[in-house]
């Protein structure tokens, strides 16, 4: 019989059943035993199997402490979020402890207070949000004292300093009884782990140990945030500080390979662009837009500070850099874009710096390149012979083709535009293979053959571009031999558009008719010359067929444009001065009979007429 009550016995233990079943099969078995002894040994089995029944209940709670434990040492290996962690920590404290709710905080040094960080199981909003003066309330106390504190009912607790929105929060969530422990890292505390019943009751010392080594884990796991925080912004400021190097580095091989190849303000606002992920422009000293997108701003003030201080300047679009050559301001480029860290804006300024170069190499070139344009033109012009050969063989090597007929320009610049005019005319130069330069006091430009009016009015679209102006003479194309003529020709209708005050204006000799004749400086050659140019092709006509066209070209002006008068001073049909005048309109065009045209005529007429 009693073999059999303790098998009974270790079946409940088996089967983890409840304290009731072991008193009813005592009750039972006590009541079937036949004698006081086996009663008490019933009662021996029934003690002993209870006590089995503790251990092995104390056993399994370890167990899932220890396990609890490790599952989250491994955590803490496995996960870098720290709130994942003090999550996970909180929740596993809370199941273990068998607690209503489980909270973590961290104390802030700046304000005095310990805040809430993670909370489980709370019922009220207001209580994740609350914060907690240091030394107030169970939570302050031991997130100020470092050492653990509890109590079986808080609100009847005098231990603890109680305000009123602290123990309303508490009310709210029915909060009776409170374990604490500190967080420490490196001997400091850093907040408290609490766990929380909504009843009365005792906390013995292997829940407070338990909820310790949770709190050592938590202090762990804010360490290793803390640590690895520090390594991720040490690794981005690598990785940013690598990058920077990188676009430094391609930034300055771009800026460079640009210089090296000549390239212009245009080539280094596209790169400055490209490179920034921005629009740029190029300005001037004096603020004009000289190259890039004509969309970007200028900012006058930003420009001024920035050549103050060195340094690019922000704007509310994007940055402004000015390059200085010594004391000089030489350019500015501004960034349209978005905002850039200090390396970036370094590398506008190398950009803005790069650009100063370019402008004072391209200075440097136009100004080597008017000196010796001035030189050859000296040469050219001037009315004592040079060596035909070695002058070609000098343009040559300038780049200028001077073998065949030669068209020449001279350009009187406004006022102060002389050295811009000069540059617009070298740069046309260099574009039509000719040579241009200062001399005695205009601008010249000798390009090969080509219609004269037309260069005249390509030199003064050059002006106007790059904003100035100039009135403009033309002569030509003439042999090269006469090049020194035709410049005296070109000079000459200069002149007259000067003294007629027809400033801005491009003309050559048939363009001034007989105003070059009454107001240039004029000789028996130049007055040939005119009535070559007038009459020329008539007078050609015949001699080369004995014709008298001319004669009556004389008759009709005289005749005031009668053809009955004319036909009776030449004794000759109407009809044939109407041949005759139809012959002269084949020679010299439609419009010889508009009134400017006529005067040049009649002028030349009455000249070829004095000099017979």
Known sequence: MMSGVSRSFLDLLYDEAPRS?????????????????????????????????ELISRQRSREAELSALYE?????????????????????ARQLLRADMTYLSLNDELDGASYMKVTDGALTPEFRRLRLPLGTG????????????FTEDYQADERFVHRNYIDEAVEGERIRAILGVPLVLEGRVIGALLAVHRTVRKFPPSEVSLLTSFAAHASVALENARLFAELDAANRNLTEHTRAVEAAATAHDRLTDLLLHGGGTDEIALVLGDLLHGRVAVLDPSGDRVAGDPRVATWPEAVEESVASGHCVPTPGGYVAAA???????????????????????TLERGALVTALVVLLARTVAEAEERIGGELLRDLLSPTPHDPVLVRERARRHGAQLDGPLTVAVAGPADGGRQVTARAAARLADSLHGVAGEHEGTVVLVVPDGDA??????????????GSSATVGVAGPAPAAQVAATYAEARGCLETL?????VGEVTDPAGLGVARLLLGANGPAQLAEFVERELGAVSAYDDQRGTSLVAT??????????????????????NTVTQRLDRVTGLLGDNWRDPQRALDLQLALRVARLQA
Do not use: N
Not at 558 to 566: E, F, I, N
């Open 553 to 574: 070209l004389d008759a009709w002006f005289a005749s005031g444009g009668s053809l009955k008068d004319t036909a009776a001073a030449l004794h000759v049909h109407p």
């Open 324 to 346: 200085l050559a010594g004391s000089e301001h030489v350019s500015t480029v501004v960034l349209e874009g978005p905002p850039l860290p200090s390396a970036e804006q370094r």
């Open 72 to 92: 989250t040492a491994s955590d803490l290996t496995a996960i870098r979020d720290v709130d994942a962690i003090l999550a996970a920590i909180v929740r596993r």
């Open 498 to 502: 000067l003294t007629l005050g027809r």
């Open 453 to 466: 009016r037309a260069v005249g009015d390509q030199l003064a679209a050059a002006v106007t571009r790059a």
């Open 138 to 149: 169970l939570l302050g106390l031991v997130a100020q004292t470092g050492a653990p504190y």
């Open 21 to 53: 079943q072991y008193d009813e099969l005592l009750a039972s078995g006590t009541a079937a035993a036949s004698s006081d002894a086996e009663r008490e040994r019933l009662r021996a089995d029934h003690d002993t199997a209870l006590r089995l029944r």
